[in-house]
């Protein structure tokens, strides 16, 4: 079984600050690992992702996200945030069960707010 | 330039009427999703198709079907919604599972 736990729910920041947006994983087997925005009335946008290689992973918007295997986390961060940057984050996972099926699983979602 | 687009965007039925959204894709991806999302909460996977080939997801309610006449178009179909389907219904496509999804701007489905 898989699952994607993003604990905060809501995370204030103030603008030019860094932010760091929690996400934890638990797979069977190599986590696929996705990061996406939300922005209101509007689809996910892909952020960037982790498949293998170097753990700090750089992606659309000044976002970057650092793989930690031993803690299974995947922690979304950027250096300064932006007021443009409040959205709703989503974490997700892709794993292959037993069966061979590959499933995409989203976290609750965190959203962001970034305060003037 | 839109890549996945969904229509309308705002979609308002009466209580069993049933109702069908789209879903047309010009990225020539293979599989395409249709995800339901109520309130800012995760989405929800209702189904997906590799090509041609169907997956339900094992909790979607019978009353959700869909349909993949060719690789751009995916449609969802909603024979008698219920209030508790009223959510916003959100189409994506991803060149192989483990490709990252591209995802329209969605349909938010209202029932009366």
């Known amino acids: 079984a898989q699952s994607v736990a993003q604990p905060e729910d809501q995370v204030n920041v103030a603008e030019g600050n860094p932010l760091t947006v929690k996400c934890t994983y638990s797979?069977?087997?190599?986590?696929?690992l996705f990061w996406y925005v939300q922005y209101p009335n509007r689809g996910l946008q892909f952020l960037l992702k982790?498949?293998?290689?170097?753990?700090l992973v750089k992606g659309s918007y000044g976002f970057e996200a650092e793989f930690n295997k031993s803690q299974t986390s995947f922690h979304l961060k950027k250096p300064s945030a932006l007021v443009s940057d409040s959205a709703l984050y989503f974490c997700?996972?892709?794993?292959?069960?037993?069966?061979?099926?590959?499933?995409?699983?989203f976290g609750t979602g965190t959203k962001l707010q970034v305060i003037p | 330039d839109a890549m996945v687009i969904q229509n309308p965007r705002y979609q308002v039925t009466q209580f069993g009427k049933p109702v069908t959204l789209s879903c047309s894709q010009t990225l020539n991806h293979n599989v395409m999703y249709w995800y339901q999302q109520k309130s800012s909460q995760a989405p929800k996977l209702l189904f997906h198709?590799?090509?041609?080939?169907?997956?339900n997801e094992a909790d979607t309610p019978d009353n959700f079907q869909s349909r993949r006449p060719n690789t751009s178009f995916c449609f969802l179909d909603i024979r008698s919604p219920g209030l508790g389907d009223a959510a916003m219904y959100l189409c994506a496509t991803s060149r192989s599972e483990e490709k990252p999804q591209h995802f329209g701007d969605g349909t938010r489905l209202s029932i009366l």
């Open positions: 198709y590799y090509d041609k080939d169907f997956n």
């Open positions: 997700a996972v892709r794993d292959i069960d037993s069966g061979g099926y590959q499933k995409v699983t």
């Open positions: 982790y498949i293998t290689g170097d753990n």
């Open positions: 797979v069977s087997g190599n986590p696929y």
